[in-house]
């Protein structure tokens, strides 16, 4: 299967290059932010005030946050506490983090369901200056339950089967064989 130009010659590596394309889109959006700011700096300089890149570069900061949320989940470095969890054995860690990702996709679950909801009511009422609808916001903490609850489960499996928490495909090209790179002595 070809994903683009590259070949996937494995699932592993067509979540890998799902990743890439997740971070490369979370890159893209800080620099829209980034020149959508300094364009209402000049603008303001200039006497002209742009209106809209507020309220864009707010829209825009809610979505590249989902991504760095998902991705934090993904590769299991969100802020916590665990150095007690890290003085237990391996087993009993991993069962606290097997009930932890069960408790964590019950809630997750009942926010998606009430922000259908909200994504919904809100469509109507527009984001003034942009001309779209306030769903466009709320549309991100959907986008980010449905990630995160998917990630979760994708951690629970890896419990069961491999007895870890973290996918070893996700750390950052760890044996750099998914783009064939021969590392040079």
Known sequence: MKIGNIEVKRPSDAVHVLEKAEQAVAVILFNVILLSLFWQAVSRKIG?????????????????????CHIAQRENIHVRIDAILLSLPKKIQLVIEAVTDVVMIALLSMIFYYTFSIVQRKSFTPLVTLGIGESWLYGAMFLWTALTILEMIAQLVNIIRHGEVVRKWVIEDSKNDFYDIKEED
């Open 48 to 68: 002209t005030p742009s209106s809209w890149t507020d309220e864009m570069s707010r829209l825009l900061f809610v979505w590249m946050g989902v991504l760095g």
